[in-house]
């Protein structure tokens, strides 16, 4: 007697091939949009994360339609460095634009010794703002750490919105940033105890977490008490402006950008006021030693001088009693620019 086979295999085949051709007539009825409309919808998705974060879903819903939805969504919801915008976390670890500084500013909480990142939405030195991250400060032994989160309620390197974080030294004037995710295919996570794989999902899904050094700070020694403001290094590893997201679908291989090095700019003293100055272009409203310029350092191998070093790449002051504006640009992320700023805080009697 022969066996039959299951109901279910008789059922599958007629099922697929049914549905099919109604996919492919539903995909054309919406391909057929018109083009302004299309881009009108997606272009209000990515504006509703004005003052949040946009559903990452929603934006995805819309790009996989089909293809002619896919190419309006990454025509509209371009990288930093194109829009000027920060759309998704993934942005935050992506350089800003290069012809203008993107504007954000520190809100400080004493109390809990936490500090909040916003990007600022209007041309004001402080608005609303859209929150973007947040840092909290722990003693750890000779060490301070600040770790850099997501999520303002969760500071912990075991939560799904670590992002990284800043370390310092005893004395307050050597910094290391890491990054929660590798910066490039091949990078080697710190061997430190604290480099285990963390939760972190929120940033790149596909990406295993960890510890990666991504770059050091120190501040210049003054046991002269000379006067002037602190004297700061910098060194990282940058993201690539190529690394957008549209190349991104594109590119599976991420190679090393090289380091970028940054100084200070040297302020000018004015007798009249007595007092060193930096032109902050009306950004900075206090005089304070925290405040500071940052530009790329002249390279002695490069006799035609390429790197402009009067192009402020990131500067930092104070506002108010606990809020300070934070403006920077290419190549350095928003997380880069925060984690440098961080390092400003707190004392350094070695340094001033």
Excluded at 38 to 44: F, M, N
Excluded at 64 to 83: E, F, L, M
Excluded at 152 to 171: E, P
Aim: proline share 6%; aromatic share 10%; hydrophobic share 35%.
């Amino acid at each position: 007697m022969p066996r039959e086979r299951p109901a279910a295999e008789h059922a599958e085949a007629p099922e697929v091939v049914e549905m099919v051709p109604e996919v492919e007539e539903q995909e054309e009825r919406w391909a057929r949009l018109l083009p302004e409309l299309l881009q009108e919808v997606v272009r209000r998705v990515e504006a509703s994360g004005g003052e949040r974060w946009p559903a990452r879903k929603d934006v995805l819903s819309c790009a996989g339609v089909c293809r002619r939805w896919r190419d309006a969504a990454v025509a509209v919801v371009r990288p930093p460095a194109v829009s000027g915008k920060i759309t998704f976390p993934s942005s935050l670890k992506q350089p800003g634009t290069r012809e203008f500084p993107m504007q954000c500013f520190i809100k400080r909480n004493k109390k809990n010794s936490t500090f909040y990142l916003y990007l600022g939405l209007t041309t004001a030195t402080v608005d609303k703002g859209k929150f973007l991250m947040a840092a909290r400060r722990f003693r750890r032994g000779p060490h301070t750490e600040y770790i850099i989160s997501l999520d303002a309620d969760d500071l912990s390197q075991g939560s799904n919105a670590y992002l990284g974080k800043l370390r310092s030294d005893f004395w307050g004037t050597n910094f290391k940033v890491y990054d929660s995710k590798p910066p490039y295919d091949g990078a080697k996570a710190s061997s430190s105890r604290s480099s285990r794989r963390f939760g972190s999902r929120r940033i790149s899904p596909q990406v295993s977490s960890g510890n990666y050094e991504v770059g050091q700070l120190s501040y210049k020694y003054n046991l002269l008490k000379s006067r002037g403001p602190r004297r700061m290094y910098c060194a990282l590893e940058c993201p690539s402006a190529q690394d957008t997201w549209e190349n991104s679908l594109k590119t599976k291989v991420r190679k090393p950008t090289g380091t970028t090095v940054l100084r200070n700019k040297a302020p000018r003293w004015h007798e009249h006021l007595q007092c060193w100055c930096l032109n902050f272009h009306g950004r900075v409203t206090v005089a304070s030693v925290k405040n500071f310029q940052l530009a790329a350092a002249a390279d002695p191998n490069d006799p035609t001088g390429s790197k402009d070093a009067e192009t402020v790449l990131l500067q930092f002051g104070k506002v108010d009693d606990d809020i300070f504006t934070m403006d920077y640009r290419q190549p350095l992320s928003a997380f880069q620019a925060f984690a440098i700023s961080l390092s400003s805080f707190g004392t350094k009697l070695a340094c001033e």
